[in-house]
């Protein structure tokens, strides 16, 4: 197993995965919204080939890997936005990938990865151990692990999207409400907006890196952890990478209910006329909800659109 | 009440629109699409600030009033989307604004359209003739009347969608597929893209463009017209301003069914994450049903996406 994780991710870094995106995605739309009267923006990051802000982690993680480790390929551990990301980028780099999800994943995601080229490996997401699982691959097949979140070019890749606001917006923002499941994309937009508040947005019960956060060290979530429609969202903790990177230095986490997500991607229907599936709405149920403060220069992140259809029709026909 | 239509519509005056619109609204994304192998574009027109190109020609009308002009306020007839064009560029020019509206057009359009401010008087869709209703207003208040396709500026205004398309393009694209109503748009787009095939797409038994083309006059809309799911394709007959345009210019129509538009609508969920409504969907529908060739310059109109919740959900659910 080649060690990723032996550098710490740095601002250049994001800057160069924000040259390398550009070069094969155009930047992705910065809308206007109005939230309680305040004119805002959404990073539509939905709109990505893949529906979702991973493609541009997994795109510079794997555009950086040596000719010997493209040809031994790539392991990835994913509930299915990283897996298609990973997969876009292996088929464009002609990299073989082995992505491993949970078997409760939603079809949509399983099925897209699937065709994309990769291979899919399931695992039971309570009883295995996800890591483990792709660390058995790796040793007996050899090639690299690309992390989810904990690793410097995913998080990199991931900032560039900071970059590109700053670009469409003509300034920093003042803040960058995102989503946040292991800390990948969160750590990323720290050191891509150096002015930027970083507002990190975790479901009821799965803010591992809020948790984090506040306590200084690495939390584990609950056995008994409530149920989130946020399948996006649901690491079991962060790594010690992204800690160092958001403690001190992102604002204190926030936490969204499941209703207050539905709300979100109702509001992203009707307002927005975007497809948001519930991990992708959590920034913005937050920032309707008024758990975290909007200004003129605040960017509210859209990570993902794969939704499942029929909780998707649910969720819209509810508003009816 | 002032006679609009008193000009031809020009390719300089789509370009002059262009100009002014770019001014105030950013270029709606050009999305990549595969459709039957093909990789093709679409022109996302639904994230416009109102969900549709209209806001296009209304402004391009608007900004051309006379002070006088303004003072006396404008009236529109409109299923929803040109009510609402209107209605933004009323109240961002300061402008009253009356909109006839059919008493069934979804409550969605109608809220969207009170929401922007414009006043709005309803009619029987096939009792009353929606234009007598306009004329009666005029009569009575005064006010211009901001047809919503028979008028050389609205024409102009939407035709500045093809001036983006070829920028973001470098190039003319070699076809462009639109949903058609009374052919506002279509028209717009065959002067803005001289080089470019412009397919029509009209709902089945509302094809009142594609059969005056065919026949060289206009043709009205028959008593017994089956119904359609697309509220905003349904006009009772083209006018001769653009079935000037068209006629020996655009390629013959094509009529699609609600069944192929709700299966192109699942397609805009499901692989581009965008929400559209019925019948903005109709040119994709096309595309999908094999209805009209598909190229790698092809060009896909996705002309709105205020969706009607229930309905929406109902579509997307089925395909669960």
């Known amino acids: 197993m080649i060690q990723a994780d032996v550098r710490m991710p740095t601002r250049e870094g994001v800057i160069a995965a924000a040259a390398s995106v550009a070069g094969i995605l155009p930047p992705t739309p910065l809308l206007p919204v109005e939230i309680g009267g305040v004119r805002a923006w959404v990073k539509a990051e939905t709109l990505q080939p893949i529906g979702s802000f991973k493609i541009r982690g997994a795109w510079w993680r794997l555009s950086n890997l040596s000719e010997e480790e493209r040809r031994a390929g790539v392991v990835a551990v994913s509930s299915g936005n990283h897996a298609q990301g990973v997969a876009w980028s292996a088929r464009r780099l002609g990299v073989r990938a082995i ?20 291979e899919v490996v399931l695992y039971q997401r309570t009883a295995e151990d996800r890591d483990a699982v792709a660390a058995g691959l790796i040793a007996e097949g050899g090639g ?32 960058i409400v995102a989503c946040c499941g292991g800390g990948g994309l969160t750590a990323g937009l720290a050191l891509g907006a150096p002015e930027a508040k970083v507002h990190p947005v975790e479901p009821v019960g799965w803010d591992m890196v809020g948790q984090a956060m506040a306590k200084g060290e690495l939390v584990h979530a609950a056995p008994d952890a409530p149920k989130t429609i946020c399948d996006a969202l649901q690491p079991n903790v962060t790594k010690a990478l992204n800690l160092g990177l958001l403690k001190g230095r992102a604002e204190p986490g926030v936490t969204v209910t499941d209703d207050e997500v539905r709300a979100a991607q109702r509001f992203a229907f009707a307002a927005l006329r975007l497809v948001v599936e519930p991990g992708g709405a959590a920034a913005l149920a937050a920032a309707l909800a008024g758990k975290v403060p909007v200004d003129v220069d605040t960017v509210i992140m859209l990570t993902g659109g794969n939704a499942d259809p029929a909780a998707y029709a649910a969720t819209i026909g509810a508003s009816a």
């Open 144 to 175: 690299t692990l690309v992390h989810a979140f904990g690793d410097p070019w995913v998080i990199e890749g991931q900032g560039s999207a900071a970059i590109e606001i700053a670009a469409q917006l003509g300034r920093s923002p003042s803040r």
């Open 99 to 118: 992505i491993v999800m949970p078997h409760d994943a939603p079809q949509v995601k399983l099925d897209n990865t699937r065709e994309l080229g990769a």
